[in-house]
């Protein structure tokens, strides 16, 4: 018999309910489990949820977007998994969101490297539980669309690094090169040089951004 | 008003431009050879007054006014020696003709001859006025030497009345002129005539300076003998009357040298022949005095030289007087009486009746009293004369003051428009200066216009995509945040429901749920592709491009193929905009002109050549070459001329057009 402390972060309460549901459904079938619950719609809540000291969770399921605390500091599920890492260590991550575009979830795997990533347009029931069943053996769980993502990333992974993936989004939501740097940090001959070295990674002729796009879209950087 | 003198000036200028050609007027060339033969014919011969008429009577048919004038005063001079009628018609047809030609010249040559008709006819006083006229008008016209010669004429008249004052005023004026003028018989003349009359002023020392000033006068005249002579005769007469008898022979001695005197002038012959005797009568030599002043008598009286009779029976009364022959003195003085009567000489007649008065001491009251009356009423005739004179010279000053005020208004006239002239042109400058400043200002805001028009244009072109992805994103965030949640919540719900539940076997269920997945993922890609499609949409210049064919509707009348492989965004902006409106022009032109159904536009970028190449081309009718061409060709022209572009049109008619353009870029 064992008792896992589960924290549940999502800003729409049925949501919430269906990973209740989920625990439910996996405790009625399994004897073993049995979960004690905390739930935050919000960052704030969430946060002081995480930090607090006489809590120590075992599974933590965290929405990206959520509505920010109130100081400012956390505007993100992002944010919380990086203060989970910091307080919670123990604690396994599950990432369950709605996907918005591959660059965001290539983002969220590097920086936070979570055990599960789900997108929550791939779930049903069976999957919400396989996943949550997993990561407490201490497996990973990834759903389809993120597992084929990474996939098909694998092969130019090491090459894009996080700076290249900036342009990349910026240049897909119309920004001009020449307008890069402002966005970036990096100096206009930096971002052609990339963008160069980028077109000769997916060998593609050199001017046309056009392309450049289409092929980043293509092996899932964006 | 200021008009009218503008007007006046310029009229006055085309009259003067004018009146010379009008000479040029032929003239009945057998009219001018009868006058021609009948003015020879006077000049040769005798019988003169029948030919004069005749030819007035032809010089009166000429129409040209201007030879007429000429022709008139040729008769005129001849017409002086002949019929006094004959000479004032010819006179005062010549001075009308020539006052209606406005010929100075010639109204002042008539009144010269008209001058010197009256002298001879005795009328001082209107010759005097006649000479003044021909002075007047010389003066004005500048011809001096006529005018000297005019003063001089006027300074005898004055002298022969007495009016010795004015005549000195005048002779000095004539001295002064002839020096000018280098015309030393005119300046002998002057001075002599100068001596003459301080001699009469009684001022004799004057007298003998001008004389010898007039001797020296002489040194530059030719045929000099008869003057010099005359003028030591009038040196002798001045030291005659300083009673300095020597002196007075001397000089008249001198007159003796002259080579064939008698012959030359017999006048002046007999006059030294007697003042010599005259003056060795009075320094007490007898010897031959009475046979010189006979002859000099006998030969006055051959030459019926009037004056000089009663001078010489004047002087023979003399002498008979101091070798105390009374009869013969008094008969002698009563003759010179009687001469100088006839001849109006009152000079003598008053020595005459001295004379006789000192001859016969019995009836000296009633000589006395003659003489006194004489001499008194000839005072007042002469001061009657010099008033006369005084106000026809008084009178000319007048018009020459109103001709000297005619001259200065003429002259202010003249600077008055000249002025305005100056103003008015300097002002029409300004103004074409002023309007040409407009225009180019005109052009430069033109340009900042089109600048602004085109930087309105992508910002409006900006903003509508700025407007198109914030509503997609609007869209896209509100799709994917909260219908794909709510759905995606409740769907999970429906699911746990049915897990709950345990009605796992309806597959109507499972499907319904399975379809609401579908949903969902229909959505999220909806979502994904709103928000990823931003660079598609945002091509800046060639988006603008894309707009303006579709505005102009081109695809819908001609088949349509647009090759633009330019990245716009490295471009100057007035390339693009002059780009921009080239490609509207051509477009137009397209449309109204060529008939094409095929229209291809390129641009493309030549990196070797650093330029854009920019063409329109067409399948429609063409034009020619020589055509002139039209304002849309023209603002093409001057636009690619404006980004340093080169133009080539390349069309012949039937066989469509291609406008090249070669826009270099830095």
Not at chain 1, 20 to 45: H, P, W, Y
Not at chain 1, 79 to 104: R, S
Not at chain 2, 564 to 589: F, P
């Amino acid at each position: 018999m064992a008792n896992y402390n589960v924290l549940l972060v999502d800003d729409h309460p049925m949501i919430i309910a269906g990973f209740v549901q989920a625990l439910d459904i996996i405790k009625e079938n399994n004897e073993k489990f049995d979960f004690s619950r905390d739930s935050a719609v919000d960052c704030t809540t969430a946060a002081e949820l995480i930090s607090d000291k006489k809590k120590k969770f075992d599974l933590i399921c965290l929405d990206l977007s959520l509505p920010g605390s109130k100081d400012g500091k956390y505007n993100s599920g992002e944010d919380l998994a990086k203060l989970a890492k910091k307080h919670q260590p123990k604690a396994k991550l599950l990432i369950c969101t709605m996907l918005e575009n591959n660059y965001k979830v290539l983002n969220v795997m590097r920086r936070i490297d979570p055990d599960g990533f789900l997108v929550k347009s791939d779930t049903n029931p069976d999957i919400l539980i396989s996943a949550i069943e997993n990561l407490l053996k201490g497996k990973t769980y990834q759903s389809s669309t993120v597992h084929q993502m990474l996939k098909k990333t694998i092969e130019f992974s090491h090459n894009i690094d996080e700076e290249d993936l900036k342009i990349l989004f910026y240049l897909s939501k119309g920004i001009l090169t020449k307008n890069l740097p402002e966005h970036l940090g990096l100096s206009l001959s930096a971002v052609e040089k990339r963008k160069k070295q980028m077109k000769q990674f997916f060998d593609i002729p050199n001017r046309n951004d056009k392309i450049l796009l289409e092929k980043a879209r293509e092996k899932g950087f964006l | 008003m200021k008009q009218w003198i503008f007007f006046l000036v310029v009229f006055t200028l085309i009259f003067c431009c004018k009146s010379p050609s009008e000479s040029t007027i032929k003239i009945n060339p057998q009219l001018r050879d009868s006058i021609l033969t009948y003015l020879k014919k006077f000049d040769n011969s005798t019988g003169k007054e029948k030919i004069i008429k005749k030819a007035f009577q032809f010089v009166q048919q000429i129409e040209n006014d201007s030879l007429q004038i000429k022709y008139l005063y040729a008769i005129d001079y001849r017409a002086l020696n002949s019929d006094s009628k004959l000479f004032l018609d010819v006179n005062g047809l010549g001075i009308e003709k020539a006052k209606k030609y406005k010929d100075t010249t010639f109204i002042a040559d008539f009144h010269w001859s008209l001058g010197d008709y009256q002298l001879r006819n005795n009328k001082t006083d209107k010759a005097y006025f006649s000479y003044n006229e021909a002075q007047f008008l010389y003066n004005l016209i500048g011809d001096y030497e006529n005018y000297a010669q005019m003063l001089y004429n006027q300074a005898l008249i004055q002298g022969q009345a007495k009016d010795f004052t004015g005549a000195e005023v005048n002779l000095i004026r004539v001295a002064e002129i002839s020096q000018q003028t280098q015309n030393y018989e005119l300046l002998y003349k002057a001075y002599n005539v100068l001596g003459i009359t301080n001699y009469n002023l009684k001022n004799f020392d004057v007298a003998i300076k001008y004389y010898n000033n007039a001797l020296q006068a002489l040194g530059k005249v030719e045929d000099s003998d008869l003057y010099r002579a005359a003028t030591f005769n009038n040196l002798g007469n001045v030291y005659e009357k300083l009673k300095d008898y020597d002196l007075a022979i001397k000089n008249y001695r001198k007159i003796f040298s002259t080579k064939n005197l008698y012959d030359k002038d017999p006048y002046l012959y007999a006059m030294a022949l007697d003042n010599l005797a005259y003056n060795r009568l009075e320094t007490g030599e007898l010897q031959n005095v009475l046979p010189d002043m006979q002859e000099a008598l006998a030969i006055r009286e051959k030459i019926q030289h009037l004056a000089g009779i009663s001078i010489s029976q004047l002087h023979i009364a003399d002498y008979y007087k101091s070798i105390g022959n009374t009869t013969q003195a008094i008969k002698f003085a009563e003759d010179a009486n009687t001469t100088a009567k006839n001849n109006n000489n009152n000079r003598d007649i008053l020595k005459s009746w001295q004379l006789l008065a000192d001859l016969q001491p019995e009836d000296s009251y009633a000589y006395t009293t003659s003489y006194i009356d004489l001499s008194d009423s000839l005072q007042t005739e002469e001061r009657k004369v010099r008033n006369k004179f005084e106000r026809i010279r008084f009178e000319t000053e007048e018009v020459m003051q109103r001709a000297e005020m005619l001259e200065e208004e003429r002259t202010i006239i003249f600077l008055i428009s000249s002025l305005i002239i100056i103003i008015g042109s300097s002002i029409f400058v300004f103004y074409i200066q002023r309007s040409k400043n407009r225009s180019l200002e005109l052009q430069r805001d033109q340009k900042i216009a089109d600048e602004k028009i085109y930087e309105l244009l992508l910002l409006q072109s900006a903003r509508k995509d700025e407007g198109k992805r914030e509503e997609r994103d609007r869209i896209a965030r509100e799709l994917h945040d909260n219908i794909l949640t709510e759905l995606y919540a409740n769907r999970m719900n429906l699911m746990f429901y049915k897990y709950k539940k345990g009605i796992k076997g309806d597959e109507k269920f499972g499907k319904l749920t399975d379809n609401l997945m579908d949903v969902e993922k229909q959505i999220r890609n909806l979502s994904h592709e709103l928000s990823n499609t931003y660079f598609d949409e945002h091509k800046e210049f060639g988006d603008l491009i894309q707009d303006l064919l579709h505005k102009l509707q081109l695809e819908r009348t001609h088949q349509l193929a647009v090759d633009d492989s330019v990245n716009w965004s490295q471009i100057a902006s007035n390339i693009k905009m002059h780009s921009y409106r080239i490609l509207q022009e051509t477009i137009m032109n397209i449309q109204k002109h060529a008939e094409a159904s095929f229209v291809f536009i390129k641009f493309s970028l030549n990196e070797e050549a650093n330029e854009i190449e920019f063409i329109v081309e067409d399948d429609g009718k063409g034009f020619k070459d020589n055509k002139k061409p039209g304002i849309g060709l023209k603002n093409i022209k001057s636009r690619v001329e404006d980004i340093n572009g080169k133009i080539c049109i390349d069309s012949k008619q039937g066989s469509g057009t291609k406008i090249s353009i070669f826009i270099p870029i830095k």
